[in-house]
């Protein structure tokens, strides 16, 4: 049984029950359209991953980050709250229904649709084997996060185990933020891409 989020008003999405399930997504947004805010360079194709996340506010946050930057996100289940909760809508804010988003039954299903090359995974996770401004420099990467209390399956990570990248922090913390993470990771692999700023000259304004 394969279960579909379907919109049913502005920004809403319910859950209805499919039979049949095969390895495609869950639910999908629009098709990727690797703008990437107009760029004027080639194109580059960015997907951060988050594996059973937890938290809804993260996951919020992470969508209006993916949005600024003409990234998908893809969750894989099992997640732990309800996509039509209002507290990630509030966290995405008026954002969350234009987030490129795809939901997968499992890992392996991701893999399977989205077919990563070598070279194009990349996991984030404070075991990582190369600090994160390591990333690979590709025109198409898929940024891996772990859930917000128990981190990666231990299958996924010794697969990319040598794809590993560690954000740097002291002894103080266990971890940083996910959604700090993501968005760390995720600016640091455009960092040669020279996306353009819509709002380079629209002044100080302190609205989000």
């Not at 997504?25 to 937890?54: D, G, K, Q, W």
């Not at 949005?67 to 008026?94: M, N, T, Y």
Request: charged share 20%.
């Amino acid at each position: 049984m394969e279960t579909i989020l379907q919109p049913v008003g502005a920004g809403q999405r319910r859950v209805a029950k499919i039979a049949g399930a095969s390895c495609r997504p869950i639910f999908n947004t629009a098709p990727f359209v690797a703008s990437l805010c107009e760029l004027n360079v080639m194109p580059l194709e960015r997907h951060v991953v988050l594996v059973a996340p937890e938290i809804h506010w993260n996951t919020g946050n992470i969508g209006r980050t993916c949005l600024a930057v003409s990234a998908r996100l893809h969750l894989i289940e099992p997640l732990g709250f309800s996509l039509d909760s209002r507290q990630i809508k509030r966290a995405g804010l008026d954002y969350w229904p234009r987030v490129r988003l795809s939901v997968w039954q499992n890992f392996d299903c991701f893999e399977e649709s989205m077919s990563p090359q070598d070279g194009e995974v990349a996991l984030l996770t404070k075991s990582g084997h190369q600090p994160y401004w390591h990333l690979p420099s590709r025109s198409r990467l898929f940024l891996v996060f772990g859930a917000e209390t128990r981190g990666l399956p231990e299958a996924i990570f010794l697969k990319y185990r040598l794809s590993s990248y560690y954000i740097p922090t002291t002894k103080h913390i266990r971890s940083l933020n996910l959604s700090t993470a993501a968005g760390i990771a995720l600016y640091e692999s455009l960092r040669a891409s020279q996306i353009a700023h819509h709002w380079k000259d629209a002044g100080p304004s302190g609205s989000g």
